[in-house]
């Protein structure tokens, strides 16, 4: 007991400095976005100079863990990235990029809220392509979340409804992009595990999948802007590079943050971590930017991450029932391994016999 104790505390205290790292980045980028659009509204060429810097973080990255290690990092040819990538990369882009866009319109706790619905998107992709089956559990989690999301908006004194529309639209590709990278990096002959490496790749697809978006929406606005006539006010120059270097961090500490949770911890703790990290950016939208929300909004609210925390303890139950299967199966096929797994359990049954008379 004091072992098991021990391991769980070890966990524990493991898993505390990676979440607060992880709520920094994400909090942070969240409010950045936001702050960032009130002085500099060109949200896709903003998300354009972040890939770049991250595609730059990432070599960097790859080189330095490179010279660590002395073994070369995974490398994909153009064709290659081209055929087995693009998907993620244009999916990833536009969830991107049109999250950035709905800050010139929407508050950040109807941006969070509306964001969360992407867990929606996953289930309802996850019965498209069967690989969930229809459970009564399942069709709670969505009605719950689907709910919820309506509560939330319903007479929100803030609502704006571009800006509704494109968060739901970033919510829908993220469902996509999600399951579409999981996809990528669970294909073991690509060599793409490390969320170092699929960035590194990702990064120049996702720049060519955006540019068209950007070029029809924002490239005559920007070209006429008195923003872009004032570059050459040196202090103003530098206080932008400033900015949109600030930002780019942020996103690449995220991506970074999120795997070091998951990889050391796993991904229910980044799940549940998600769940609080939504509570306190909305505590923050309303005290700190001054977010309007009414008691139905709370509500609804409430009820959307009863939906998502429902979610979390299916998927924890699942995931815990077929390493259990798992296991069963292989000390089938292994008489040695079925033979040790009953060994243990007849001298746990002598221990409990032993103890048995002791007690009375």
């Known amino acids: ?19 607060l790292l992880y709520y920094g980045f994400s909090i942070g980028i969240t409010f950045y976005n936001k702050w960032l659009m009130k002085s500099f509204p060109f949200p896709l060429l903003v998300t354009l100079l972040h890939l770049l810097l991250i595609f730059g973080l990432s070599a960097l990255a790859r ?53 969360s619905s ?6 309802l992709f996850s019965l498209l392509f069967k690989l969930e089956e229809v459970r009564v559990t399942l069709l709670l989690v969505v009605l719950l979340i689907a709910g919820g999301l309506f509560m939330f908006t319903y007479k929100s004194t803030q609502f704006n409804a571009q800006g509704f529309v494109l968060v739901l639209c970033a919510s829908f590709l993220g469902g996509i992009r999600w399951t579409l990278t999981q996809i990528l990096m669970q294909k073991a002959e690509l060599g793409l595990q490390n969320p170092i490496d ?19 929406f924002e490239g005559l606005p920007l070209s006429i802007s008195e923003k872009l006539i004032r570059f050459h006010e040196a202090g103003m120059l530098f206080s932008l590079v400033g900015k949109l270097f600030l930002g780019g961090i942020l996103a690449f500490g995220l991506g970074f943050s999120e795997f070091l949770l998951v990889s050391r911890t796993s991904s229910l703790t980044l799940s549940i971590a998600g769940i609080f990290k ?5 505590f923050l939208a309303t005290h700190l930017l001054g977010d309007r929300l009414s008691l139905l909004n709370w509500l609804g609210f409430a009820v959307c991450l009863s939906g998502i925390s429902l979610h979390v303890i299916l998927k924890a139950m699942n995931s815990k029932g077929e390493k259990a299967l798992k296991l069963q199966k292989e000390a089938s096929s292994n008489p040695d391994l079925e033979l040790l797994l009953r ?14 008379p002791q007690q009375h």
């Open 1 to 19: 007991m004091a072992g098991a104790g021990g391991g769980a505390l070890g966990q524990a205290a493991l898993a505390a400095p990676l979440v």
């Open 63 to 115: 080189a330095l863990a490179r010279c660590r290690s002395g073994q070369p990092r995974a490398a994909l040819s153009w064709a290659d990235c081209l055929r087995r990538a693009a998907p993620a990369a244009l999916s990833t882009s536009l969830d991107i990029g049109l999250s950035n866009w709905s800050f010139l319109y929407v508050t950040v706790s109807l941006y969070t809220m509306t964001k």
């Open 118 to 123: 992407a867990i929606l998107f996953i289930l």
């Open 198 to 216: 699929i960035m590194f790749h990702l990064q120049p697809l996702m720049f060519l999948g955006l540019f068209p978006l950007f070029a029809v």
């Open 278 to 282: 939504e509570i306190c950016i909305l």
């Open 343 to 356: 060994h243990t359990e007849r001298g746990e049954e002598e221990e409990e016999d032993v103890e048995t």
